[in-house]
Structures are given as structure tokens and as C-alpha cells.
């Protein structure tokens, strides 16, 4: 009979009794090596084991039976050499290292950073990296879960059963590690966490590089390091592409229904060919993309993240995503990612209760609950909360090189009474309605993101007159380079879709975005916020028969690229698709067939280039000194028209607007200067699918007050009709 090894030797039996049935929160203490006196004794656990041997350059010392806990087992293992752990049962042998021989990897400024919450590279620390540690190839496993009773990491690689890799507990900070030799890219695991509450929570990492394809729900180990990346000339030179004096248009793409093959989408590699070269083929400046932060539910299109430091896998693993980002920096194109720290999902792998206790999110509902979305909020007070979410911004920066993060939902975080009635919601510590510990996340993010890399942009998507959103944080701003003007989108979605009849009656709903237009530096965005959950498509928006909606359609593209502030339009709307979007299937490619559609995507693609080689229509996009107007109050004839100027040395740009679908063929309009005018783009040329009307290439000011202005000239309008001029001091012809 094989000798026992009394449990006396080697702790006390509740010790080990809760080692054996993963209960205990400090199995460094008792398994792996221990001196003895002079004496090395090395105690293992596994399950599946009858007998085990420590393996010492070839020669196996017996580790005995521990008496009465079945799988453990002890004994003595002569020398210092790095050993093996051999076990055997009635059908199989095995050999591997032992994980609990292994010391730790994160050191006392990791612990002591975590543990006040600015450790700015977080994803140094936590999450899964490969790496060699003490010789050995392995993966290094780290998570903050500080109310655990213990934790456990779980994979393919122990048969998903948390007793095997009982984590190591660091300290105060709350952060639980272990390395695991012999694995590496390519392993799925969670961690299994014995929550406060006493519960079992199997959970992905929160500072995971990878996941598994959804619906299943694991992270997967992702060796994130080495990329051999080729855009050193783009990344030298954007901080001048994100002045504020610089076009910048966007091309807002959802990376699973731009275009399909074989009814699946198209990968990163494949969207680094197509896309890129398209986005480019257009004139757009930046590819936007909605959110690709790891996410469970399609429906959600990304904006309910479960893992925010993974490249969702549905269109590759991280190095090829490295390979779109690079390809678009190689063209010349920025790439903004939609990031969302204003909620998140309450999938059981996610963050919800993390530990058994509410630890991401706040405890109580009128905090922690979004009742819109059904969602989860982060509690931005927590100072490990917001370190998880500051460093998640600049680990997409900095690992990835995007060029920048859009914000979504910025008003869900800076009012505690979004979207909710009395008695629903928590005053601030004021007694009032302002969520302060949101708005310092929000300050540390654009503070962090800015001070490690100033040719960065982030943007916010805030629906409310909140003062300061595109401010520097030093001047009591919220530190954003950019904001949506989203009453800008509403208003004058709201007068286009009018019959032209009534327009009339609602004139200043385009005028009046001019009040406020410099008070930020605003983006003009048509999103896909535009055409879901029944809005339509923009062309479905319009009014009149087909050539009307076209028209219609036309002209309010030319208004927007004439109007001061930078553009963003949705994939899709640049050809005028006749239906709502649907994020199962690629936008309608198809009807470019029809000469309408395709002279819309002309038109988009002039007006990009336009606007680019223009500096009058950009320069002064986010300030005043750039624009008058001319003419703002002819409601009768719905008829708008104003100046763009940009430097002094700048030619000047006049754009006018026929919102009726009646031509002016002699309408008196006054001009900043005599001389000739070149008309530079008219949305009623043949070539994008309208009557071909207008002034003949040009026309010609003469000395004269009117409207205001120096100079007058009679100008044909056409109907529901964009002109664009510019003056022309030179005897050149373009």
C-alpha cells in the first residue's frame, strides 16, 4: 500500500479542506514549493491525478497521497532546480509545469498605481499577456475583483474547473493574478469568482485583448504585441489634419452591414482594401467607425460593450483591425472609433455584480440602472472605475493608433435625471441635477488621451446646451476637441421634410443653428441615429415625387457642406439608399444602377473635394469671423444665401439655397465683392441627376449696395436647388 502523507505536515485541515474544494483564497501558502528546514517539499492539487511525481531533470520524486483529500498530494523534491509536475490516473499520463511554483509579475508601483486609480496603462497590468516569467512561456492572468472570497482562472487548459488555478491575492488593491505556463494566443478562459455574496460568478476579463465569437462568452488569451506597423508618416503630421481649421469630413461606417460577401460581412483585412480605397475614392477625411469594443447582442450594433479592450472578433482577431487602422493611415485617412462609457449590458459574463457585489456599477438603481436601455451605469465615482475607463481611452490611442474616440450618449452621463421622473434619481451632493464624478471622468479622459498624444481628436455626442463641451478642462471645459450639433441635425431635418409650401412658416429652423454655431466646435452629423426604428431613409424624409425628393435631397447636402462646422454623414445616405438602414444586410449597393442614386454619390463626393480645396469653406468653421449672411429672412421665397471667408489671402465663398421647387431665373441678391463669380458646384447640374439650370459657370457682380453687401448681381436659382460660388481674381478657368 502506497504511504500517506499526514495533513498535519502541511497545514491545518480547514485550510485544506477549502484548498481542495477551491474555497480558499491563498493557495500560494500552502501548494507549489516550501523549504522545510534545509528541505524543498512541493505540494500539488489536481483532481484527476492517483498519483503525481515532481519531475527534476529527468529523474521523478514521488509526491504521496495527502490522507484524506482525495487529489492532494505532498512531498519532498531534493535540490533548487525548476521542476515538473507528472500525473497519472488508470487511462492517461501527463507532465506540466506547476503554476503555484511560479512568483508574481506585478510589482509594488502596479499595486500601488491600481490601488489609487491612475495607473494610465492599465492593460499593462491587468488582463492576459504572454510572456516568459522565470524561463518559461506562459500567460500572465491579473483582475481587479477586491470583494472576492477568491478567484479562479478557468479555461480549455483545466477543463474549466475552478478549483485547479485558485489566483493569488495582491494585497489591498483587490487584484487577484497568476501565470500559467504552457499557455499561450489562442485559449479561451474566464475567471470563476466566489463572490461576496457567496455566490459562483463566471465572468470574461474586463482587460481582455480577445473574446470568443458571440453567443459564446469567454475571453481568449491575444498577444497583442509586435505589430510591424507602417504609418509613421500619417501619425507624424495629424495633429495639423485635427485643427480646427482643417476639413474634416466623416465617413460613418457599422463594419457589419457596409458591404457583405457570401452573406457574411466583410473582415478587417478585407475592409482595409474595400473600404479604405472607397472612403478615399469619396473625399471623406475620416472613417468612423460605431463601435467594435467586444459586444454579445448584434441588435445593440456594438453601443452595449462587454469587452471594451477587445477588437470585437466578428471581423478578426486585434493585428488585423492593427491592419485596417494602418491602411487608412497609409491613405491619408484618420479613423475615429465610437467608444461608450455611458452604460453597460447586464450579461451575466459581463461586469454586472462582478464580485457579488455591485462593483463597476453603483449599488442603487436610481444610479446605477439605465431605465432607456436597460442597461447598467458605470459608477464614475469609484477612482479604479474611472482609471478602467480613462485607460481604456488611451489603450485604443496607443495600441491601436486611431486618431480618435466619439463619445456616444454624453448627456446620459452628465445629467443624473436623464431620462428619468421624480423620485427616480439622486441629487448631487449640491442638490442638483449635475453628475460631477461623470463629468471628472469625461475631464480625465480628454486630459489623459490629449496629454499622451495632442494629434488626437475626441468628440462628443451631447444633445443639450451643456456649457463648455469642446472647452479646454483648464478653463472649467470638459476638454473635448468636438461636439455633435445635434439641434442643428433636428432642426433642419425638421424643415426639409416639409412640403416646400410650408417652409415658409418655418424658415429660422434653418437659420437659427447660426446663434450658437461658434460656441462650440461643432460637427454637423447625419447619422445612423437618422435612418433606424422606423425614421426612414434620408431620401424617404423628403418630400414630393421622385425628382423632387432627389432635389430636395441634394440641396439640403449642398446646405450642409456650405454651413460653418465640420461634416459627418452615415454609409449609405451618400447615395441616397430608399430604405432604413438594416444592420443585417449591406447597404443597398445596387440602386447605384439608377442614374439618381448615382449622381447623389457624385454630388458627395464633389462636395468633399470641394470643400477640401477650399479654404473659405473650412478655415473658419468654428469661428464667427468666417460667416455672414446675406440674406436670411425671404421666407416667402424660401431662399437663404451667406459669405464663408477663411484668411484674409482666401478667395470668398457665397452660398445660396432655393428650398421651393420654383426656379428664380432674376433674383437680386447683394455680393461682399464686384467682379466675376465662378459657380463652383450647383446641385441642379445634369451630371448629379438635376435639370441642368443655373448661371452658365459664372456670373458677374457689379458695384451696387445690396442686402448689406458692397456689390449686387441678378443670379438664377434653381428649384430645390444648392449654388456654390467663388470669387474668381484671377483670369484662370477651372
Known amino acids: 500500500m502506497m504511504t500517506k502523507t499526514d495533513p498535519a505536515d502541511i497545514a491545518e485541515p480547514e485550510v485544506l479542506a477549502a484548498l ?8 500560494f501558502s ?13 505540494t500539488a492539487l489536481d483532481h484527476g491525478a492517483d498519483r503525481m511525481w515532481a519531475v527534476v531533470q529527468g529523474k521523478a520524486h514521488d509526491l504521496l497521497p495527502v490522507d484524506g483529500f482525495p487529489g492532494l498530494f505532498h512531498g519532498k523534491v ?54 516568459d516569467h522565470e524561463g518559461v512561456a506562459g500567460t500572465h492572468f491579473a483582475v481587479w475583483a477586491p470583494n472576492a472570497r477568491r478567484v479562479s482562472l478557468v479555461g480549455e487548459f483545466n477543463h474549466w474547473d475552478g478549483r485547479r488555478h485558485v489566483m493569488r491575492r495582491r494585497g489591498a488593491t483587490g487584484v487577484w493574478e497568476i501565470f500559467l505556463p504552457g499557455v499561450g494566443d489562442g485559449a479561451t478562459y474566464k475567471y470563476e469568482i466566489l463572490g461576496a455574496d457567496g455566490g459562483l460568478h463566471m465572468k470574461a476579463d474586463p ?23 507602417s504609418d509613421g508618416d500619417w501619425m507624424t503630421t495629424r495633429q495639423v489634419a485635427h485643427r480646427t481649421d482643417q476639413p474634416i469630413s466623416v465617413y460613418e461606417v457599422h463594419l457589419g452591414s457596409w458591404k457583405r460577401k457570401d ?14 480605397a472607397y472612403v478615399k475614392e469619396m473625399g471623406f477625411t475620416h472613417i468612423e467607425l460605431m463601435p467594435v469594443s467586444e459586444y454579445p447582442f448584434d441588435g445593440s450594433w456594438g453601443y452595449q460593450p462587454v469587452g471594451l479592450y477587445a477588437p470585437t472578433i466578428r471581423f478578426g482577431p486585434p493585428h488585423e483591425f492593427r491592419d485596417l487602422v494602418n491602411a487608412a493611415h497609409k491613405a491619408g485617412l484618420g479613423l475615429i472609433l465610437d467608444w461608450v462609457p455611458g452604460h453597460f449590458p447586464t450579461d451575466a459574463h459581463g461586469l454586472g455584480r462582478f464580485d457579488g457585489t455591485a462593483l463597476y456599477e ?31 481611452a488611451l489603450y485604443w490611442i496607443e495600441e491601436y493608433h486611431v486618431d480618435g474616440l466619439r463619445v456616444d450618449a454624453v448627456a446620459s452621463m452628465l445629467y443624473r435625471d436623464y431620462s428619468r421622473n421624480d423620485g427616480e434619481w439622486i441629487p448631487n451632493k449640491d442638490g442638483g441635477r449635475e453628475n460631477y464624478e461623470a463629468i471628472a471622468m469625461l475631464q480625465a479622459m480628454n486630459t489623459v488621451t490629449y496629454g499622451a498624444d495632442a494629434g488626437i481628436l475626441t468628440v462628443a455626442e451631447e444633445s443639450t446646451s451643456y456649457p463648455k463641451v469642446s472647452r479646454p478642462v483648464h478653463d472649467g471645459g470638459l476638454g473635448f476637441g ?101 444592420h443585417d444586410a449591406e447597404i443597398d449597393w445596387a440602386c ?114 445690396s442686402h448689406g453687401q458692397p456689390a449686387r448681381a441678378t443670379v438664377v436659382l434653381p428649384p430645390l436647388s444648392t449654388l456654390i460660388f467663388i470669387k474668381d481674381d484671377t483670369s484662370a478657368t477651372a
Open 20 to 27: 481542495c474544494e477551491g474555497r480558499f483564497d491563498a493557495p
Open 30 to 42: 500552502v501548494l507549489g514549493p516550501h523549504k522545510l528546514g534545509r528541505v524543498r517539499h512541493v
Open 78 to 131: 531534493p535540490g533548487t532546480r525548476p521542476y515538473r509536475l507528472r500525473g497519472a490516473n488508470a487511462s492517461d499520463t501527463w507532465e506540466a509545469e506547476d503554476a503555484y511554483r511560479f512568483g508574481p509579475v506585478l510589482g509594488e508601483i502596479d499595486e500601488y498605481l491600481i490601488g489609487e486609480g491612475k495607473h494610465q496603462r492599465l492593460w499593462d497590468a491587468l488582463g492576459a499577456h504572454v510572456r
Open 207 to 229: 482587460v481582455g485583448f480577445g473574446a470568443q465569437h458571440p453567443p459564446e462568452t469567454a475571453s481568449m488569451v491575444r498577444d497583442i504585441r509586435g505589430y510591424g506597423w
Open 263 to 276: 452573406g457574411r460581412p466583410l473582415s478587417y483585412r478585407e475592409a482595409a482594401e474595400e473600404l479604405v
Open 362 to 392: 453603483h449599488s442603487d438603481p436610481r444610479e446605477g440602472f439605465h431605465q432607456d436601455w436597460n442597461t447598467l451605469i458605470y459608477n464614475y465615482g469609484r477612482l479604479e472605475v474611472q482609471n478602467y475607463l480613462t485607460a481604456n
Open 482 to 582: 468636438f461636439k455633435w450639433n445635434m439641434g442643428w441635425m433636428n432642426d433642419t431635418l425638421d424643415y426639409i421634410g416639409r412640403e416646400p409650401v410650408h417652409r415658409k412658416y418655418h424658415h429660422h429652423q434653418m437659420t437659427f443653428g447660426l446663434h450658437y454655431a461658434f460656441s462650440e466646435n461643432f460637427i454637423l452629423p447625419i447619422s445612423h441615429d437618422e435612418v433606424v426604428h422606423g425614421k426612414g431613409s434620408m431620401l424617404a424624409k423628403m418630400p414630393g415625387n421622385d425628382w423632387e425628393k432627389f432635389a430636395n435631397l441634394r440641396a439640403y447636402y449642398g446646405f450642409m457642406w456650405g454651413h460653418p462646422g465640420k461634416k459627418l454623414l452615415f454609409m449609405g445616405q451618400e447615395f441616397a439608399q430608399g430604405a432604413e438602414w438594416n
Open 592 to 705: 447605384l444602377q439608377n442614374p439618381q442614386h448615382a449622381g447623389m454619390q457624385r454630388l458627395v463626393r464633389d462636395l468633399n473635394a470641394l470643400y477640401r480645396a477650399t479654404p473659405a469653406l473650412h478655415v473658419r468653421d468654428c469661428d464667427g469671423a468666417g460667416f455672414q449672411w446675406i440674406e436670411a429672412n425671404d421666407a416667402q421665397a424660401s431662399v437663404y444665401a451667406w459669405v464663408r471667408r477663411g484668411t484674409p489671402d482666401d478667395p470668398e465663398v457665397v452660398v445660396i439655397c432655393n428650398f421651393t421647387p420654383v426656379e428664380r431665373d432674376a433674383y437680386v441678391l447683394g455680393f461682399p465683392q464686384a467682379g466675376r463669380w465662378r459657380e463652383a458646384l450647383n446641385t441642379d447640374a445634369e451630371i448629379y441627376g438635376g435639370g441642368g439650370r443655373g448661371n452658365m459657370g459664372a456670373i458677374t457682380a457689379e458695384p451696387g449696395e
